[in-house]
C-alpha cells in the first residue's frame, strides 16, 4: 500500500475587530435623548402637514417629505400593547460584541397621547401566555440614565 | 409643549460596532504560514509562464490567471522598496508607537512583502537598504511569527 500523504493543515485567523464611532443626534433627537436621561420624558413632534405624531421626533417627516416643525408632544410613559414577539433565535449584539444568550420579548407599545406611533421596547413578561394586545403597560425607567431608549430597562404590565 | 428648540451643543450618541471573526487562510496560505512556523522559511509561489515569483504566494497568477503550484522558497533577507513611519494610534496596530512598515523584496521574489521594520532607527531607514527576518522562538503559525525585519549585515 502506498503511503498516505500527511494530512493537509488548513489554518485559520481569529480576529476581533472593534470599531468605536460616535454621531452626533442632531437637533431633534438630541433633545429627544437629553430629556429621556434628565427627565425620564418621552417626546414626541407633530408633523405640521399631515398632523400625525413622529416618534422618534424627526426634522422631516417621512411621509410629507417636508419640514415636521415644532410642534412637540409630551408623552406618557405609560402605553397600550399592540403586538408583540417572543425572540427565540438569539441575534447578534454589536454593542456587547457576542450573541444574545437569551430569549426575549418585544412589544410594540402606542404610549399615551402617540395616537398610533408606536415604540418598540423590551417587555418584562418573558410567557407570551400571559400577555394579550391591549394590554396596559408602563416604562421601568433605569437610575443610571445616559440618554439613550436602553435607559428603559423594558415595559411593564400595569393594572388600572 | 411649543417652546422653541434651545440653541445647545448637539448630544453625541457612541456607538460601537464589535466584530469577532474568523478567516480561512486557504491551502496556499496556510503552506506558507507553516513552513514560518516549523522551519523558519519563506515561502514563494512561481509562475513560469510569467517569470515571477509571488511573496506572499499566490494559488492563481493576477498576470496570466494560470493555477500555481511551483513553491519556491526566498530568501530571509531582502531589500527595502517602501517604507512609512506610523505615528497615530490605532487599534490594529501591533507595535508601540511610533514604528514603521515596510515592503521588502525578498531574494528570489518578484514582489514586495509588508512587514513590520524593527531593531532600526527611524530616521535612519532608507530606501533599498538591505533588511533580514527575525523570527519569533514560540511561533503559531501566523505572518507575526516573522517578529520584523531588522538591516541585514
Known amino acids: 500500500m502506498d503511503k498516505e500523504p500527511a494530512a493537509e493543515e488548513l489554518l485559520t485567523v481569529d480576529f476581533h475587530l472593534v470599531l468605536p464611532y460616535r454621531w452626533a ?35 422631516v417627516c417621512g411621509k410629507c417629505r417636508a419640514p415636521a416643525g415644532e410642534d412637540w408632544v409630551e408623552l406618557s410613559d405609560k402605553g397600550t400593547l399592540r403586538t408583540f414577539i417572543k425572540v427565540v433565535q438569539p441575534g447578534w449584539d454589536p454593542v456587547e460584541g457576542r450573541y444574545r444568550s437569551e430569549t426575549y420579548m418585544v412589544g410594540e407599545i402606542e404610549l399615551d397621547g402617540a395616537e398610533g406611533a408606536l415604540l418598540d421596547h423590551f417587555l418584562e413578561e418573558q410567557d407570551p401566555q400571559n400577555l394579550w394586545e391591549g394590554m396596559r403597560v408602563q416604562a421601568v425607567w433605569r437610575e443610571q440614565r445616559s440618554g439613550d431608549l436602553k435607559d428603559i430597562l423594558h415595559f411593564k404590565v400595569i393594572q388600572e | 409643549m411649543s417652546d422653541s428648540m434651545p440653541q445647545s451643543e448637539p448630544f453625541l450618541v457612541m456607538g460601537k460596532i464589535d466584530m469577532p471573526y474568523k478567516y480561512s487562510v486557504g491551502r496556499v496560505g496556510s503552506k506558507f504560514l507553516t513552513e514560518l512556523r516549523d522551519s523558519k522559511r519563506i515561502l514563494g509561489m512561481k509562475c513560469s509562464t510569467c517569470n515571477q515569483v509571488y511573496v506572499p504566494p499566490k494559488s492563481t497568477c493576477p498576470k496570466c490567471f494560470s493555477r500555481l503550484d511551483e513553491w519556491v522558497e526566498v530568501g530571509n533577507q531582502g531589500t527595502l522598496l517602501s517604507y512609512t513611519i506610523v505615528r497615530y494610534r490605532g487599534e490594529i496596530h501591533p507595535l508601540e508607537l511610533p514604528f514603521a512598515y515596510g515592503i521588502i523584496q525578498l531574494d528570489g521574489a518578484d514582489t514586495g512583502f509588508v512587514h513590520l521594520l524593527g531593531e532600526v532607527d527611524l530616521e535612519a531607514i532608507r530606501i533599498g537598504m538591505r533588511l533580514e527576518a527575525v523570527f519569533r522562538e514560540e511561533r503559531s503559525g501566523s505572518i507575526l511569527d516573522i517578529k520584523y525585519f531588522r538591516p541585514a549585515g
Not at chain 1, 433633545?31 to 422618534?56: M, Q, T, V, Y
Open chain 1, 25 to 59: 443626534a442632531g437637533p431633534y433627537l438630541s433633545r429627544f435623548f437629553r430629556e429621556i436621561r434628565d427627565n425620564k420624558r418621552l417626546l414626541a413632534n407633530r408633523c405640521g402637514h399631515c398632523r400625525r405624531i413622529l416618534l422618534p421626533p424627526r426634522v
